[in-house]
């Protein structure tokens, strides 16, 4: 290996002149070397930059006090003096810029103040020698390492002392060989370095969990480690897509890693002056920061008290557990709830009929661990029953949900079940009652459905939890704060929040017998957001019943937009919701029966074709026009439905078509003319290029895949088919033969006798036009409604369909739905 390249000397630079250096290092050419040698060693104004030039080792002074010189790593291309990922001296700053580092075969690192020669910081390690090497390798690491020798341990390493600063490639956790913690502890300030008021450390008592510290208050907790995530931290998932997270715990360690994900932007998290975990990105405009914890003031530890559980949605609320009470009411009505709640039932404890219970609390945090008893042994059912046959036992829940409905292992408490709060997706909570207080309370169940809605928001899981405090039915709640809870904020203002809706709710018991228990013959169709059965309820009317899938938190958002957005509206041509329930877990919605099934079942089955005439089908598409022009234009809201297929098309007995299916839908503001998303839903080849490839949703989208299901109407292919007489699509053939002049072969051979030939052109036109690539170029629904009226109406000749028709058929194929979320888009109401 070549002889290190002496450090580039620099005079005492202040750390103003940060950003100029910085520049000049660049466009000098010059480079630094990445390590300092035995006997070597660096002064203020030197540096040591990493290979590849990501990190910097060098002196700074944090912003506003050119007097305090640190030793720090930064990431060389930004020019923050606050934005070093790790400091030495921390609570030993230098007075003026004669730091020198030096590497000596028997100390190690060493910061010297070099007036006074004394020592101000020391990497403290042992086993140095005169080849030793302090590197900064690419990661950001400076490790101390024997020269040479690549399998030789390493002797110290700061990314084993981090200071504020989380970054890849670092582990956070229990040392288990040291006896250390991988932690972070706050600085003082944001250009203080000095030990702050705050530490974030793993509590690998119980299960392996994240406390913020302050002094020897928990200030915030994580929740324990799932397999997956973090209870509490669900969206670590998605936030984690900046880095992987990778959980180890064997004998040397319990920690996890923090892997860097290729093209993500340099990110660091810093845990603040304030005790917040704080995300830091490097874009080109500059560092972009946002909280990350706390994510709302339930996450504030213990602040509803002993089993009670935090709803931080819309404002935060706690509620004690079903079958607790208030320790103290009267502070509890205002709002000082950290007294918590007690029983108000002592527990039976195995004593033969009395015996108790266990109540299922879902979507949450899981409670603190730490003195809790983990099993990973035992099963979920295993440990109800241990915890049951053990009198001090409170609750248990499962330890490790990696194995979905096999979940295994877990955990179980004995004392105060604390720091609880709803989270989605949140994990299932056993919580040990006696048998009357365990049992469903019911309270007039008059309410329609946007009201359970209202209060499912303000109190999950329903409707044990909710029925069990009258109190909350009592509170009226600010209108805007429902529809921000219920739109969400990013979505436009509407008057979604007006309570009129009159949307039946229908008792669970009821449905199940109007569905034989949900029995399979009685299914009519199964999607991705669960079953649909048949049913018939009250005084023999038919319906369709949709149970959206169980489970804490899934199809909430379907059943949010099918339940209050459909309720509202109504259309000849769009399917009537007539009822729904919510039932614990369970979401139902209740339609009208539609006995001709989908369009699908009919204009793509061999036999069931011939039913269907071309007079029909003309009416179909005409029918499907008009439903679509009521979401876009004609209802008191703006909606695009973003799923249109013909399996969402559903028929009447008179195959009067009706729109089904509003699970993705969206509500556009007055004035918003499109929309972005970053989890494109739908189903490939009825989504407009512009949503597939860029997820801009608006009302032309729709209008694409109008175009599509025309096409398909009168050909009686399927989009998604591959061989279209050499073609890869089905815009790609139609488009040819219109070019071509030879427009009426697209025509199902089916309808030769019954198709009125200008119609059918017509039609073919519309539809083209429909599926042209710009957007703009898409007519508006209405304008569609009128050419397919009004056959006077002049036609525009349509562009070439580019984009889909000749990206090749391959990701065409039958059942590809294109989604971010895994989730299946096919319909739910379709015939079998
Ligand atoms: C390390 O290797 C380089 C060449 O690869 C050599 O010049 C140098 O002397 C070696 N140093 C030690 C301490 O062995
Ligand atoms: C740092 O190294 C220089 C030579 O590069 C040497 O003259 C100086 O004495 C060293 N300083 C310390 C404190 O070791
Ligand atoms: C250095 O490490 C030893 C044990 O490894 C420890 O006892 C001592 O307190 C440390 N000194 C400093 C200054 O950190
Ligand atoms: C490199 O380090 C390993 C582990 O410490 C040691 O076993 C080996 O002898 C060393 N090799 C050389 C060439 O020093
Ligand atoms: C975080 O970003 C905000 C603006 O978004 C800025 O005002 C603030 O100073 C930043 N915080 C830090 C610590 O850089
Ligand atoms: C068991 O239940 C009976 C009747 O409910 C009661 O008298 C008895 O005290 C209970 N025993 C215990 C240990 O709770
Ligand atoms: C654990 O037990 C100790 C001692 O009884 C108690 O002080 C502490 O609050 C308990 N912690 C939790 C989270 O229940
Ligand atoms: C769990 O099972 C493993 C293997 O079956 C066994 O070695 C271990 O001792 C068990 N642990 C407990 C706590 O029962
Ligand atoms: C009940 O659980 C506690 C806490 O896990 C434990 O200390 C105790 O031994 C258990 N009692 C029985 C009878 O298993
Ligand atoms: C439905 O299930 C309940 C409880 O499992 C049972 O009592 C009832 O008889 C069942 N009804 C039908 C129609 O199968
Ligand atoms: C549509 O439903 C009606 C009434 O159930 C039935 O008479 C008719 O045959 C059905 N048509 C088709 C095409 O299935
Ligand atoms: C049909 O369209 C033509 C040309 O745009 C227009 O003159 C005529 O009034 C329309 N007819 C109806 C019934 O709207």
Same mark, same amino acid.
């Given at each position: 290996?070549?002889?290190?390249?002496?450090?580039?000397?620099?005079?005492?630079?202040?750390?103003?002149?940060?950003?100029?250096?910085?520049?000049?290092?660049?466009?000098?050419?010059?480079?630094?070397?990445?390590?300092?040698?035995?006997?070597?060693?660096?002064?203020?104004?030197?540096?040591?930059v990493?290979?590849?030039?990501s990190?910097?080792?060098?002196?700074?002074?944090?912003?506003?006090?050119?007097?305090k010189?640190?030793?720090?790593i930064?990431?060389?291309?930004?020019?923050?003096?606050?934005?070093a990922?790790?400091?030495?001296?921390?609570?030993?700053?230098?007075?003026?810029?004669?730091?020198?580092?030096?590497?000596?075969?028997?100390?190690?690192?060493?910061?010297?103040?070099?007036?006074?020669?004394?020592?101000?910081?020391?990497?403290n390690?042992?086993?140095?020698?005169?080849?030793?090497?302090a590197?900064?390798?690419?990661?950001?690491?400076?490790?101390?390492?024997?020269?040479?020798?690549?399998?030789?341990?390493?002797?110290?390493?700061?990314?084993?002392?981090?200071?504020?600063?989380?970054? =890849? $490639?670092?582990?956070?956790?229990?040392?288990?060989? %040291?006896? /250390?913690?991988?932690?972070? @502890?706050?600085?003082? #300030?944001?250009?203080?370095p000095?030990?702050?008021?705050?530490?974030?450390?793993?509590?690998?008592?119980?299960?392996?969990?994240?406390?913020?510290?302050?002094?020897?208050?928990?200030?915030?907790?994580?929740?324990?480690?799932?397999?997956?995530?973090?209870?509490?931290?669900?969206?670590?998932?998605?936030?984690?897509?900046?880095?992987?997270?990778q959980?180890?715990?064997?004998?040397?360690?319990?920690?996890?890693?923090?892997?860097?994900?290729?093209?993500?932007?340099?990110?660091?998290?810093?845990l603040?002056? =304030? $005790?917040?975990?704080?995300?830091f990105?490097?874009? %080109?405009? /500059?560092?972009?920061?946002? @909280?990350?914890?706390? #994510?709302d003031?339930?996450?504030e530890?213990?602040?509803?008290?002993?089993?009670?559980?935090?709803?931080?949605?819309?404002?935060?609320?706690?509620?004690?557990?079903?079958?607790?009470?208030?320790?103290?009411?009267s502070?509890?009505?205002q709002?000082?709830?950290?007294?918590?709640?007690?029983?108000?039932?002592?527990?039976?404890?195995?004593?033969?009929?009395?015996?108790?219970?266990?109540?299922?609390?879902?979507?949450?945090?899981?409670?603190?661990?730490?003195?809790?008893?983990?099993?990973?042994?035992?099963?979920?059912?295993?440990?109800?029953?241990?915890?049951?046959?053990?009198?001090?036992?409170?609750?248990?829940?499962?330890?490790?949900?990696?194995?979905?409905?096999h979940?295994?292992?877990?955990?179980?408490?004995?004392?105060?079940?604390?720091?609880?709060?709803?989270?989605?997706?949140?994990?299932?909570?056993?919580v040990?009652?006696?048998?009357?207080?365990?049992?469903?309370?019911?309270?007039?169940?008059?309410?329609?459905?946007?009201?359970?809605?209202?209060?499912?928001?303000?109190?999950?899981?329903?409707?044990s939890?909710l029925?069990?405090?009258a109190?909350?039915?009592?509170?009226?709640?600010?209108?805007?704060?429902v529809?921000?809870?219920?739109?969400?904020?990013?979505?436009?203002?509407?008057?979604?929040?007006?309570?009129?809706?009159?949307?039946?709710?229908?008792?669970?018991?009821?449905?199940?017998a109007?569905?034989?228990?949900?029995?399979?013959?009685?299914?009519?169709?199964?999607?991705?957001?669960?079953?649909?059965?048949k049913?018939?309820?009250?005084?023999?009317?038919?319906?369709?019943?949709?149970?959206?899938?169980?489970?804490?938190?899934?199809?909430?958002?379907?059943?949010?937009?099918?339940?209050?957005?459909?309720?509202?509206?109504?259309?000849?041509?769009l399917?009537?919701?007539?009822?729904?329930?919510?039932?614990?877990?369970?979401?139902?919605?209740?339609?009208?029966?539609?006995?001709?099934?989908?369009?699908?079942?009919?204009?793509?089955?061999?036999?069931?074709?011939?039913?269907?005439?071309?007079?029909?089908?003309?009416?179909?598409?005409?029918?499907?026009?008009?439903?679509?022009?009521?979401?876009?234009?004609?209802?008191?809201l703006?909606?695009?439905?973003?799923?249109?297929?013909?399996s969402?098309i559903?028929?009447?007995?008179?195959?009067?078509?009706?729109?089904s299916?509003?699970?993705?839908?969206?509500i556009?503001?007055?004035?918003?003319?499109e929309?972005?998303t970053?989890r494109?839903?739908?189903?490939?080849?009825?989504?407009?290029?512009?949503?597939?490839?860029?997820?801009?949703?608006?009302?032309k989208?729709?209008?694409?895949?109008?175009?599509?299901i025309?096409?398909?109407?009168?050909?009686?292919?399927?989009?998604s088919?591959?061989?279209?007489?050499?073609?890869?699509?089905?815009?790609?053939?139609?488009?040819?033969?219109?070019?071509?002049?030879?427009?009426?072969?697209l025509?199902?051979?089916?309808?030769?006798?019954s198709?009125?030939?200008?119609?059918?052109?017509?039609?073919?036109?519309?539809?083209?036009?429909?599926?042209?690539?710009?957007?703009?170029?898409?007519?508006?629904?209405?304008?569609?409604?009128?050419?397919?009226?009004?056959?006077?109406?002049?036609?525009?000749?349509?562009?070439?369909?580019?984009?889909?028709?000749?990206?090749?058929?391959?990701?065409?194929?039958?059942?590809t739905?294109?989604?971010?979320?895994?989730?299946?888009?096919?319909?739910?109401?379709?015939?079998?």
């Amino acid at each position: 290996m070549a002889e290190p390249r002496p450090a580039i000397k620099f005079l005492n630079f202040p750390s103003v002149i940060f950003p100029l250096l910085l520049l000049f290092l660049r466009a000098s050419g010059a480079t630094a070397s990445d390590m300092l040698i035995t006997g070597g060693n660096i002064t203020d104004g030197e540096t040591l930059v990493s290979a590849g030039g990501s990190f910097t080792l060098g002196f700074f002074s944090p912003t506003g006090v050119p007097t305090k010189r640190y030793l720090g790593i930064w990431y060389t291309a930004s020019a923050d003096a606050d934005a070093a990922c790790w400091v030495a001296n921390l609570d030993n700053p230098l007075g003026k810029a004669s730091g020198v580092l030096v590497l000596s075969s028997t100390g190690g690192l060493r910061l010297l103040d070099g007036g006074s020669g004394q020592t101000v910081w020391s990497s403290n390690m042992t086993g140095a020698s005169a080849s030793s090497v302090a590197k900064l390798l690419p990661s950001g690491n400076l490790v101390v390492q024997e020269q040479n020798n690549s399998s030789a341990a390493v002797m110290w390493q700061s990314f084993d002392h981090p200071s504020n600063t989380m970054i =890849a $490639g670092m582990k956070f956790g229990k040392n288990l060989r %040291t006896g /250390g913690d991988w932690s972070l @502890t706050s600085w003082r #300030a944001q250009n203080d370095p000095a030990t702050g008021a705050y530490r974030r450390v793993m509590d690998t008592n119980g299960l392996p969990d994240i406390f913020t510290w302050q002094g020897d208050v928990k200030k915030y907790r994580a929740g324990p480690w799932n397999g997956l995530w973090f209870s509490g931290i669900p969206d670590m998932d998605s936030n984690y897509r900046l880095f992987s997270v990778q959980m180890v715990e064997d004998s040397d360690e319990i920690a996890y890693d923090l892997n860097a994900i290729a093209g993500n932007p340099f990110t660091r998290f810093v845990l603040d002056e =304030a $005790g917040a975990v704080k995300l830091f990105m490097f874009m %080109t405009s /500059g560092w972009t920061n946002f @909280t990350w914890i706390p #994510a709302d003031d339930c996450d504030e530890y213990a602040k509803c008290g002993a089993f009670s559980v935090c709803n931080a949605a819309p404002t935060p609320q706690c509620n004690c557990l079903q079958g607790f009470s208030p320790v103290f009411p009267s502070q509890w009505a205002q709002s000082d709830t950290s007294g918590g709640c007690r029983r108000d039932e002592p527990l039976r404890c195995g004593n033969g009929t009395a015996a108790d219970q266990f109540k299922l609390v879902n979507g949450v945090k899981l409670p603190d661990t730490h003195n809790a008893t983990v099993n990973m042994n035992a099963t979920l059912e295993q440990c109800g029953a241990m915890c049951l046959a053990n009198c001090s036992c409170v609750a248990y829940a499962a330890a490790d949900i990696r194995g979905g409905d096999h979940v295994s292992g877990c955990v179980m408490w004995t004392g105060d079940i604390v720091d609880v709060k709803y989270v989605n997706p949140g994990q299932d909570l056993y919580v040990r009652l006696t048998k009357s207080r365990s049992a469903t309370k019911r309270g007039t169940w008059q309410q329609s459905c946007f009201q359970l809605w209202q209060l499912y928001l303000y109190s999950r899981p329903l409707p044990s939890t909710l029925f069990g405090y009258a109190s909350f039915r009592a509170k009226r709640r600010n209108k805007d704060i429902v529809e921000k809870a219920i739109l969400g904020s990013s979505r436009a203002p509407n008057d979604l929040g007006d309570e009129n809706v009159d949307l039946p709710f229908v008792n669970f018991g009821d449905i199940a017998a109007a569905t034989n228990n949900f029995s399979e013959d009685n299914m009519l169709g199964q999607g991705g957001f669960g079953k649909v059965y048949k049913g018939t309820l009250g005084q023999n009317i038919k319906v369709a019943i949709k149970r959206l899938g169980q489970g804490s938190g899934q199809g909430v958002e379907e059943f949010r937009n099918e339940a209050i957005l459909i309720a509202k509206l109504q259309h000849r041509n769009l399917v009537r919701l007539l009822g729904c329930c919510i039932h614990g877990d369970e979401k139902l919605l209740i339609y009208e029966y539609l006995p001709n099934k989908s369009l699908d079942s009919i204009i793509f089955d061999a036999t069931n074709k011939y039913l269907l005439d071309w007079p029909t089908r003309f009416k179909i598409i005409k029918g499907i026009a008009r439903g679509l022009l009521y979401l876009h234009q004609d209802s008191r809201l703006t909606i695009i439905h973003r799923d249109l297929k013909p399996s969402n098309i559903l028929l009447d007995e008179d195959m009067s078509p009706k729109i089904s299916d509003f699970g993705m839908a969206r509500i556009f503001g007055g004035n918003q003319q499109e929309a972005n998303t970053n989890r494109v839903v739908g189903t490939y080849g009825y989504m407009s290029p512009e949503y597939a490839m860029d997820g801009a949703f608006s009302l032309k989208s729709d209008t694409y895949g109008f175009g599509v299901i025309i096409l398909e109407i009168i050909s009686g292919l399927k989009i998604s088919l591959t061989h279209y007489n050499g073609f890869p699509n089905l815009l790609a053939y139609a488009w040819n033969l219109w070019t071509d002049g030879k427009t009426m072969d697209l025509v199902d051979s089916c309808l030769s006798k019954s198709s009125t030939r200008t119609e059918a052109l017509r039609c073919i036109q519309i539809g083209l036009l429909c599926v042209q690539d710009n957007p703009n170029s898409r007519p508006l629904m209405s304008s569609v409604v009128t050419m397919l009226e009004n056959e006077t109406t002049p036609l525009l000749a349509p562009k070439q369909p580019m984009y889909f028709s000749y990206w090749g058929a391959q990701g065409a194929g039958e059942n590809t739905s294109c989604s971010l979320n895994n989730m299946s888009l096919s319909s739910v109401l379709e015939g079998r």
